[in-house]
């Protein structure tokens, strides 16, 4: 059985940072992408940054050159590093793991909150 742990939110304040921990127990073959989305109050979960098998790595406009995906060799454990946090970053975050045959697997998410 799959499971993905998140850890590392918090309460930060405006221009402060963060690290995003997830770290996935059990057998995904074969892994596409590891990633996070985040969820604001009343909005759509949305894309945050993805990591793929190769270490390509894919970033939503809004994060670009301030937020760094990464991860271990074996992928199987994924990190956020979050700099210059916004108020508007505030949100649950959500690990991601995608297959290619098209299965998804979601942590449990994580609060991240930014005080102005």
């Known amino acids: 059985q799959v499971q993905l742990v998140e850890s590392g939110g918090g309460l930060v304040q405006a221009g402060g940072s963060l690290r995003l921990s997830c770290t996935r127990s059990?057998?995904?073959?074969?892994?596409?992408?590891m990633g996070w989305y985040r969820q604001a109050p009343g909005k759509q979960r949305e894309l945050v940054a993805t990591?793929?098998?190769?270490?390509?790595?894919n970033y939503a406009d809004s994060v670009k050159g301030r937020f760094t995906i990464s991860g271990d060799n074996v992928k199987t454990t994924v990190y956020l590093q979050m700099n210059s946090l916004k108020p508007e970053d505030t949100a649950v975050y959500y690990c991601?793991?995608?297959?290619?045959?098209?299965?998804?697997?979601w942590g449990q998410g994580t609060q991240v909150t930014v005080s102005s």
């Open positions: 990591i793929s098998r190769s270490g390509s790595t």
């Open positions: 991601n793991i995608a297959t290619i045959g098209g299965w998804e697997y």
């Open positions: 059990g057998n995904i073959f074969p892994l596409n992408t």
